[in-house]
């Protein structure tokens, strides 16, 4: 049985990835092909976004992925070797060391090695490493909070304080000087983190994780579920101090890892069981997913609308969004509603803003 001519430049894609060394499954080549169909899309841009997050391209070959992407499907030439060029030789100086030559071309750092002093800036603050250490450092006062249900002395409070009142009074033989005031005591709100652990987000899934780690120990309450073909409770594992030892624990709990993706049902688990829905009641809720739903529409739709009406926020970033991002999915069209917000999910970095700055003025 022949594909049809419009399926088949898609299916032909894959090979070519392979042949290239990229590690594409038939499962993702079924599902880039069902996400270009589900995205109806209007420019080469849509196709390229697609096959980034359901090929599961590596972070570091993106640029690889392109010029085959450009060659496959806009008709543009590989560049080739010239005869006898060797991309890993080194040119080495007499002495001994590296003359330019030998320097990498592909350096992030420029394009080409060159004598000429170049001045510049680079901001190194909106590195992965940064934006940890400054969740870590401003968390604890900047997370959202609520009020307790607990009293605490104050000078100016909004009730008085009878007990400590004629505690002095007695003290002083029953005379009463002023009264003893006090307040509701502030303190975190419950975060419920949702990481979406499927193959189209495997390019985000270790940093995700590592940022749950940072959450779940320096928030006073903290819960971290990943969402694939199941759900998956790991605050336990990420509990742990040590990162190293946080991840590799949380790995070996997290069965289906760079699996399938079914969002709707994961919810509907984590609300069938009273323990996961009481600790999403008046919490703020986070989950980081590209809502490349495989499941029913109506089945994400239903556990979004219940959840929305247990949490105290329901915010959705996604690692797909840019200046003109909009939902096209009919998942993500059916559950838009009922989010506080759709946001950038597309770095640890725009992440932490999102923790810090818009959950904290809500």
């Not at 969002?263 to 590209?290: C, H, K, M, N």
Request: glycine content about 8%.
């Amino acid at each position: 049985m022949s594909l049809p001519r419009a399926v088949a430049p898609f299916v032909a894609f894959a090979p070519l990835l392979r042949a290239n060394g990229f590690a594409v499954a038939p499962e993702q080549t079924m599902g880039f092909i069902e996400a270009v169909g589900l995205l109806g899309p209007r420019d080469m841009m849509d196709i390229r976004r697609a096959g980034l997050a359901l090929l599961a391209i590596p972070h570091g070959r993106k640029e690889e992925y392109h010029r085959l992407f450009d060659a496959h499907f806009l008709g543009q030439a590989l560049p080739v070797p010239l005869p006898g060029e060797d991309e890993d030789a080194e040119a080495r100086e007499p002495d001994g060391g590296l003359s330019e030559a030998g320097l990498d071309s592909e350096e992030p750092a420029g394009q080409q090695a060159s004598m000429a002093e170049r001045l510049g800036h680079r901001d190194l603050r909106a590195t992965e490493q940064y934006a940890l250490t400054h969740f870590s450092r401003h968390a604890p006062k900047r997370l959202p909070r609520r009020r307790s249900r607990r009293f605490q002395p104050a000078r100016s409070g909004s009730v008085i304080d009878m007990r400590q009142t004629l505690r002095m009074a007695v003290r002083r033989d029953g005379e009463i000087l002023n009264l003893a005031e006090r307040q509701r005591r502030q303190r975190q709100r419950r975060i419920v983190l949702m990481i979406d652990v499927s193959g189209s987000m495997a390019e985000r899934t270790e940093e995700s994780l590592i940022l749950a780690h940072a959450l779940a120990n320096v928030a006073e309450r903290a819960e971290v579920f990943t969402l694939g073909t199941r759900l998956t409770r790991v605050t336990p594992a990420l509990k742990l101090r040590q990162r190293e030892a946080a991840l590799e624990r949380a790995g070996a709990t997290i069965a289906d890892i760079d699996g399938g993706t079914r969002i709707g049902e994961a919810l509907q688990s984590f609300l069938a069981v009273p323990r996961f829905a009481g600790f999403a009641r008046g919490a703020y809720t986070l989950v980081l997913s590209d809502g490349l739903e495989r499941g029913s529409p109506d089945a994400l739709t239903d556990a979004v609308v219940r959840l929305a009406r247990l949490v105290w926020r329901l915010d959705w970033l996604t690692p797909l969004a840019d200046a003109d991002y909009a939902p096209r999915t009919e998942a993500m069209r059916a559950i838009l509603p009922h989010l506080h917000s759709l946001g950038d999910g597309r770095d640890t970095g725009a992440i932490v803003s999102h923790l810090l700055d818009r959950a904290a003025r809500t």
